[in-house]
């Protein structure tokens, strides 16, 4: 007698557009599962295994840096350190202002991935 393995199993045919089988394989494949790992997961209630949080969190470690580095840059300039000594006062200006317009982008970037979450 053979044993009952999922390859000799019985399989399921559901009809589905393009898109919406697009939309599977790609819901499948952003949770590290093969298709009919994903149905049958979902089929019988198990989780899926999102993977898209753990990426978020990389993406909010990757942010914090930017931010702690530019923060750095800033204390540097505002403290008026010698190392900037060379550069005149309307350069500093000019670099502080890119620099607090990076810092919007950043937070920016850091909110929408928060709202992500």
């Not at 840059?73 to 890119?98: F, K, P, S």
Request: glycine share 6%; hydrophobic share 40%; with cysteine.
């Amino acid at each position: 007698m053979q044993t009952a393995t999922r390859k000799n199993g019985l399989h399921i045919r559901v009809p589905v557009l393009p898109d919406e089988e697009a939309a599977i394989k790609e819901q499948a494949k952003s949770c590290g599962l093969s298709t009919a790992t994903y149905l049958r997961n979902l089929g019988l209630g198990f989780p899926t295994g999102d993977l898209s949080a753990p990426k978020t969190v990389l993406e909010l470690c990757r942010l914090h840096g930017d931010l702690a580095r530019i923060g750095s840059l800033l204390e540097m300039w505002l403290l008026n350190d010698t190392r900037l000594a060379v550069q005149d006062r309307a350069t500093l200006t000019r670099n502080i202002h890119g620099l607090l317009a990076d810092l919007q982008v950043l937070q920016s970037a850091l909110l929408e991935t928060v709202n992500r979450l």
